[in-house]
């Protein structure tokens, strides 16, 4: 049975910052791209960021344009586990994070069958 299980979400204060992880079960964890989203209420599912596997520990990373320089994405394959380190937060980063397996193709993510649940946070001003 595939799990991924987000953690690390919580309060923080703008310009604050959280480390989000990811931890996978039941797959071959290299096999997979894995991928951040992040849904704030009443608002589409955006993408944050994703990591693919080049072979040894080389990884490749992809940004959602408002993310990059303030969010960086890594994985550790030996623990079968990505995070997502979140500086310099503002409040309209609030939203709840999802973590995802999928693919990767032309400079995008594509999320597959497998989400977690997500974590909360929350970014006062």
């Known amino acids: 049975q595939v799990q991924l299980v987000e953690s690390g979400g919580g309060l923080v204060q703008a310009g604050g910052s959280l480390r989000l992880s990811c931890a996978a079960s039941g797959l071959t964890f290299s096999r997979y791209a894995m991928g951040w989203f992040r849904q704030a209420p009443g608002k589409e599912r955006e993408f944050v960021a994703a990591i693919g596997w080049m072979g040894g520990s080389k990884t490749y990373t992809l940004y959602a344009d408002s993310m990059k320089g303030r969010f960086t994405m890594s994985g550790d394959n030996a623990k079968n586990t990505v995070y997502l380190q979140m500086n310099s937060l503002k409040p309209e980063d609030t939203a709840v994070y999802y973590c995802?397996?999928?693919?990767?193709?032309?400079?995008?993510?594509?999320?597959?069958?497998?989400w977690g649940q997500g974590t909360q946070v929350t970014v006062s001003s």
């Open positions: 995802a397996t999928g693919t990767t193709g032309r400079g995008t993510f594509n999320p597959g069958d497998y």
